[in-house]
C-alpha cells in the first residue's frame, strides 16, 4: 500500500531549475533558427547539454521505501533531425502545424509540444500524445527519444484534438471537439472509422477490453456516452444531460473529462466542476462516489484527468492545484505529488494522466510548457520484496541487495532532459 508523505525533496532546486529551462530553450524551434548567423546557429544545434541525473527523484523521501520513482519528460522532436538552419521565412506556427514539412534547403523541421492533453500508450510502450495548439499526434518512442507523428491534413483531418485512448488491438480513438465526433486509427495509423452518434463536444476517452466498450465524456452534455469497442454503435448514456452543468446528484456529472476502467470493469469519473470522483460498475450502475472542493490532502479543486495503475490505486490529475494524489479505490489518500513549478515532478497547466500497466509507468501532460513527465510506479509486489530485503539486512541476515525493483533504467549520455538534446 502506498505511504502518504508530505515532505518535500531536495534536490537543488536552483541548479535542477536552470538546466530545466536551458533545455526548454535549446529545444524550441526558435534555438534550433533563429541567430544572426551560422556560428551561431551550428553551436544551438551540435552542442552537447550536461546529463541530468533524475534517479535520485523518488516519492516519498528516503530513508522511506520509494513507491514512485521520476524517469523522464518529453516536449519535442530531437534537434539532431533538423539538418540545417536555413529556412525560407514561413511563420513558426506553420511549421509546427506541419503545413510546411521541409525546410527551403531540405532540412527537417523541429516539431514541438504546444498544449498536450490526451494521452495513449500502445502494445510497444509508444506514447501518443495529442497536441490542441500544434494539431497534431506525437508519438514517442521511450526508449530511443525518436518521434514519430500523425499529421493533420496528411494522415487525417484536425481541429481541436483532445482525449486519446488505446485498445488491446493498437487502434487508437482520438477525440475532436472541434468537429464532435471521435477518430479511430487502426495499428497503421490510418483512420478507418469514425464515432459521430450523440456527440456534442467529446472530451476524453477510455477503453473496456473485456467487456468491449468505450466510453466517451461530453463536456456539454454533462453526460458519459458509452459505444460498443466493435460495432461503434451507441449503447447508452450515462447522466442527465440539459442542465447546464448545475447537478450534483450522485450518479450525474458537471463537466465530466478524465476517465479511466480499472481490471474489474468498473469506470472511473473526473466530475471536474463537482470536484470529485465517481465509480460505476461496467453495466453503467451507480456505486460509490468520493472528493470534496479544498486545497488539503485527499480534496479537489478541479480534477481533469484519472488513471489506474496495475494495483487498482486511482490517480488523479488535480489542474487548479496541479497536483497528482493517489487514492484507494474507496477514496482513501496515499499519497500526493507536485505543486506549481517547473522542476521535475511539478506541474504548470497539469490536464491529464494516462497509465501504462504492462511497464508500470504512469505519464501526465502540461500545457505550460507543454511537456510530458513519466513516472516509475512501484508496484505492491515490489514493495513487499524490498521491505523484506531491508528487514533482512537491519537482522543481519542477508547482504546489501541492488534496489532494483525500484530504480528506474538510467537514459542514455545526452538524451536525460526533457528534450532529447543534440549532437
Given at each position: 500500500m502506498l505511504e502518504l508523505r508530505k515532505r518535500t525533496i531536495e534536490i537543488g532546486p536552483m541548479l535542477l531549475a536552470a538546466a530545466l529551462l536551458l533545455t526548454i530553450i535549446t529545444a524550441s524551434p526558435f534555438a534550433a533558427y533563429a541567430g544572426k548567423n551560422k556560428k551561431a546557429a551550428d553551436t544551438a544545434t551540435t552542442a552537447k547539454a550536461k546529463v541530468i541525473d533524475y534517479s535520485n527523484i523518488v516519492w516519498p523521501n528516503p530513508p522511506a521505501i520509494p513507491r514512485i520513482r521520476y524517469v523522464n519528460w518529453y516536449s519535442a522532436q530531437p534537434l539532431k533531425d533538423v539538418d540545417s538552419p536555413k529556412t525560407k521565412k514561413e511563420g513558426w506556427m506553420?511549421?509546427?502545424?506541419?503545413?510546411?514539412?521541409?525546410?527551403?534547403?531540405?532540412?527537417?523541421?523541429?516539431?514541438?509540444?504546444?498544449?498536450?492533453?490526451?494521452?495513449?500508450?500502445?502494445?510497444?510502450?509508444?506514447?501518443?500524445?495529442?497536441?490542441?495548439?500544434?494539431g497534431a499526434i506525437f508519438i514517442f518512442n521511450t526508449e530511443t527519444r525518436d518521434v514519430e507523428m500523425i499529421k493533420n491534413k496528411v494522415e487525417a483531418h484536425f481541429v481541436r484534438i483532445i482525449g486519446m485512448a488505446m485498445d488491446d488491438n493498437d487502434r487508437l480513438f482520438v477525440s475532436d471537439p472541434g468537429l464532435k465526433h471521435v477518430l479511430v486509427f487502426n495499428a497503421q495509423h490510418k483512420a478507418e472509422d469514425v464515432i459521430t452518434d450523440g456527440l456534442v463536444e467529446p472530451s476524453m476517452l477510455a477503453i473496456d477490453t473485456q467487456n468491449r466498450l468505450v466510453y466517451v465524456s461530453d463536456i456539454s452534455l454533462d453526460q458519459i456516452l458509452v459505444y460498443d469497442a466493435d460495432s461503434l454503435k451507441l449503447k447508452r448514456k450515462m447522466g442527465t444531460g440539459g442542465k447546464n452543468h448545475e447537478l450534483t446528484t450522485p450518479g450525474d456529472f458537471a463537466k465530466p473529462t478524465g476517465i479511466a476502467v480499472d481490471q474489474e470493469g468498473n469506470l472511473y469519473v473526473a466530475d471536474t466542476l463537482n470536484n470529485r470522483i465517481e465509480i460505476f460498475d461496467a453495466d453503467g450502475t451507480f456505486i460509490?462516489?468520493?472528493?470534496?472542493?479544498?486545497?488539503?490532502?485527499?480534496?479537489?479543486?478541479?480534477?481533469?484527468?484519472?488513471?489506474?495503475?496495475?494495483?487498482?490505486?486511482?490517480?488523479?490529475?488535480?489542474?487548479?492545484?496541479?497536483?497528482?494524489?493517489?487514492?484507494?479505490?474507496?477514496?482513501?489518500?496515499?499519497?500526493?505529488?507536485?505543486?506549481?513549478?517547473?522542476?521535475?515532478?511539478?506541474?504548470?497547466?497539469?490536464?491529464?494522466?494516462?497509465?501504462?500497466?504492462?511497464?508500470?509507468?504512469?505519464?501526465?501532460?502540461?500545457i505550460y510548457p507543454g511537456r510530458v513527465q513519466e513516472l516509475r510506479y512501484i508496484t505492491d509486489s515490489e514493495y513487499d520484496q524490498l521491505r523484506k530485503e531491508r528487514e533482512a539486512l537491519r537482522?543481519?541476515?542477508?547482504?546489501k541487495k541492488q534496489d532494483e525493483a525500484a530504480t528506474a533504467t538510467p537514459p542514455k549520455t545526452g538524451e536525460s532532459s526533457s528534450a532529447p538534446q543534440p549532437k
Open positions: 506553420d511549421r509546427l502545424a506541419g503545413t510546411v514539412p521541409q525546410s527551403d534547403g531540405g532540412g527537417k523541421v523541429l516539431f514541438q509540444l504546444g498544449q498536450p492533453y490526451g494521452m495513449a500508450v500502445d502494445s510497444k510502450g509508444k506514447v501518443y500524445v495529442a497536441d490542441t495548439k500544434v460509490r462516489t468520493w472528493g470534496k472542493a479544498g486545497d488539503g490532502p485527499g480534496y479537489f479543486a478541479r480534477p481533469k484527468g484519472v488513471a489506474i495503475d496495475s494495483d487498482g490505486h486511482v490517480w488523479v490529475a488535480d489542474g487548479m492545484q496541479d497536483r497528482v494524489q493517489v487514492f484507494t479505490p474507496e477514496g482513501q489518500l496515499l499519497i500526493s505529488l507536485g505543486g506549481h513549478g517547473l522542476l521535475p515532478g511539478q506541474f504548470q497547466g497539469l490536464v491529464n494522466i494516462a497509465s501504462d500497466n504492462k511497464r508500470n509507468r504512469i505519464y501526465t501532460s502540461e537482522a543481519g541476515n542477508a547482504p
